[in-house]
């Protein structure tokens, strides 16, 4: 809600508001009535076959609370990955004509 307030505060006066969080794209972009950009939550860049980015292991044992021999840590996940975004194309005064989320990702499984 927060982020669509602000885009509705700043629409006409930005050229877009992009906000993230959930590391999943939604789909509600827009171009809005006096011409800013819109999307809710871009999504994330890294590897795919992760929790957010990082190895699905440690984060899965953290979750269900499985003792490890060292304290679970944080490493950034290898292997495919994916970018997600959005391409927003503007006019000369800068307002958005455009927004098209961008989804990509190598080797998809």
């Known amino acids: 809600m927060e982020k ?6 700043l629409d006409g006066t930005v ?3 992009v906000g993230t969080h959930t590391h999943v794209p ?3 972009h827009r171009i809005l009535s006096e011409g800013t ?14 929790c957010i980015g990082f190895d699905k292991k ?14 679970p840590s ?6 495919p990955v994916t970018l997600r975004g959005v391409m927003i194309t ?7 004509t455009a927004i098209q989320p961008l989804y990509d990702h190598e080797n998809k499984p």
């Not at 944080?74 to 292997?79: E, H, K, L, N, P």
Request: glycine share 8%; aromatic share 8%.
């Open 37 to 50: 950009a819109y999307i809710s939550d871009v999504g994330m860049c890294g590897s795919y076959a992760s």
């Open 90 to 96: 503007s006019n000369s005064a800068g307002l958005a």
């Open 74 to 79: 944080f490493i950034v996940a290898s292997g």
């Open 58 to 71: 440690e984060i899965v044992n953290k979750a269900l609370k499985i003792k490890s021999k060292k304290e």
């Open 15 to 17: 050229t877009a508001v």
């Open 26 to 28: 939604t789909a509600d």
């Open 4 to 9: 669509q307030t602000i885009a509705y505060i």
